[in-house]
């Protein structure tokens, strides 16, 4: 009884935070932390994380670029959503593989990008995953939860740091989102 206690507290818990960070954005509060790091360590950090989610049978993948060396930027909202793009990779694949990468996207750009060999999104349901409380429908909802507010919130935190998230998807083929995001944090006026 005392472990069904304490996993529903930490998933209200999870709850609360996400409706905070969604108003946090919303009222323009949220700040960005940059500084200097390693991608390599972050990106192994994120695959160790997101192990223990995958379904037996499911392959995580790394292909990390050798040659990149530091980012100015949020680490936190970096590790974010990438945890949040890995957690959906994770939910939605029940055979083949997950696919983390991160490699340069022309002089100034770091492009991270978790493909998966998932159920996919209908091109229909593309249009409103990244809005708030919105799934690609209400059966992916009753099948395997959620609130709708990961993608919203990852997209958020990625124009905050000066980048964008992306998505190719097939139904029944997987999906593929890209982060892109400015190796150099510049504050926008």
């Known amino acids: 009884n005392l472990d069904k206690v304490l996993v529903s507290a930490e998933h209200l818990f999870n709850l609360i935070n996400t409706v905070l960070d969604i108003a946090k954005?919303?009222?323009?509060?949220?700040?960005v932390l940059a500084a200097?790091?390693?991608?390599?360590?972050?990106?192994?950090?994120?695959?160790?994380?997101?192990?223990?989610?995958?379904?037996?049978?499911?392959?995580?993948?790394?292909?990390?670029?050798?040659?990149?060396?530091?980012?100015?930027?949020?680490?936190?909202?970096?590790?974010?959503i990438v945890l949040n793009l890995?957690?959906?990779?994770?939910?939605?694949?029940?055979?083949?593989?997950?696919?983390?990468s991160a490699n340069r996207e022309g002089d100034n750009f770091l492009r991270i990008s978790v493909a998966d060999t998932g159920i996919g999104i209908s091109p229909e349901a593309l249009t409103r995953i990244f809005v708030e409380f919105q799934q690609a429908d209400t059966s992916t909802t009753r099948q395997y939860g959620g609130t709708g507010l990961g993608l919203s919130i990852s997209r958020n935190l990625a124009h905050l740091l000066g980048g964008e998230i992306t998505v190719e998807s097939e139904l029944g083929k997987g999906s593929t989102f890209t982060f892109i995001?400015?190796?150099?944090?510049r504050r926008s006026t």
């Not at 954005?25 to 700040?31: L, Q, S, V």
Request: proline share 6%.
């Open 86 to 100: 890995l957690s959906n990779a994770a939910k939605f694949t029940h055979q083949g593989k997950v696919t983390l």
């Open 25 to 31: 954005i919303e009222a323009g509060r949220m700040d």
């Open 181 to 185: 995001f400015p190796i150099q944090y």
């Open 36 to 80: 200097n790091f390693r991608i390599a360590p972050l990106i192994d950090l994120c695959a160790n994380t997101a192990q223990p989610l995958l379904k037996p049978g499911v392959v995580l993948e790394k292909q990390v670029d050798a040659t990149l060396n530091l980012v100015n930027s949020d680490q936190d909202k970096i590790r974010q």
